[in-house]
T-cell receptor, first 113, second 114 residues
Framework: NAGVTQTPKFQVLKTGQSMTLQCAQDMNHNSMYWYRQDPGMGLRLIYYSASEGTTDKGEVPNGYNVSRLNKREFSLRLESAAPSQTSVYFC????????????FGPGTRLTVT | AQKITQTQPGMFVQEKEAVTLDCTYDTSDQSYGLFWYKQPSSGEMIFLIYQGSYDEQNATEGRYSLNFQKARKSANLVISASQLGDSAMYFCAMREGPGNQFYFGTGTSLTVIP
């Protein structure tokens, strides 16, 4: 099992460009999450999807959109990238029972110039 | 108000000694979960330990234990017999709410000294 996969691993964008970060999990988890990690700020939740067909805003949703394409895939879109969106982006998934432990992808390092 | 507070930006510990990393949380939910994650310099997030709000006993996983004091809303991580490989960032996190939203602290950088 690959667990949680993210593409791309690295990306450089110019201000105003758009892009989509892809995330997929093969653990049959119901919930999926997108975080950003900035120095000194820990991880902050951008959007999450508690189950297939639902999405909700987290702490820092402005400038982002998400799509829960199916149970496996959860994508994050930047419509018009800004330098403030330079960050490391993590996708995670978890089950809706037990410990609800989150399994994380390897991250995408995004730089917006 | 911060949901998760980690007040120690950096900690040092001698190899083979025990160390406690502090975490306090803020929630009005009765049902919630508390987690600790390790992030080495390579960047991946590694799950260490979980404590449910209704669990009466402190969680333990090998050299990791979670000192859960519900009335004080604290969930400190204790690492016993520190190893050089324990040098990393450590994040405390909480799950709450009907949608299982997660909140992370700002992290503690632990350095193990030989």
């Amino acid at each position: 099992n690959a667990g949680v996969t993210q593409t791309p691993k690295f990306q450089v964008l110019k201000t105003g460009q758009s892009m989509t970060l892809q995330c997929a999990q093969d653990m049959n988890h119901n919930s999926m999450y997108w975080y950003r990690q900035d120095p000194g700020m820990g991880l902050r939740l951008i959007y999450y999807s508690a189950s297939e067909g639902t999405t909700d805003k987290g702490e820092v949703p402005n400038g982002y959109n998400v799509s829960r394409l199916n149970k496996r895939e959860f994508s994050l879109r930047l419509e018009s990238a800004a330098p403030s969106q330079t960050s490391v982006y993590f996708c995670a998934s978890s089950e809706l029972a037990g410990s609800y432990e989150q399994y994380f992808g390897p991250g995408t390092r995004l730089t917006v110039t | 108000a911060q949901k998760i507070t980690q007040t120690q930006p950096g900690m040092f510990v001698q190899e083979k000694e025990a160390v406690t990393l502090d975490c306090t949380y803020d929630t009005s939910d009765q049902s919630y979960g508390l987690f600790w994650y390790k992030q080495p310099s390579s960047g991946e997030m590694i799950f260490l330990i979980y404590q449910g709000s209704y669990d009466e006993q402190n969680a333990t996983e090998g050299r990791y234990s979670l000192n859960f004091q519900k009335a004080r809303k604290s969930a400190n991580l204790v690492i016993s017999a520190s190893q050089l490989g324990d040098s990393a960032m450590y994040f405390c996190a909480m799950r709450e709410g009907p949608g299982n939203q997660f909140y992370f602290g700002t992290g503690t950088s632990l350095t193990v000294i030989p």
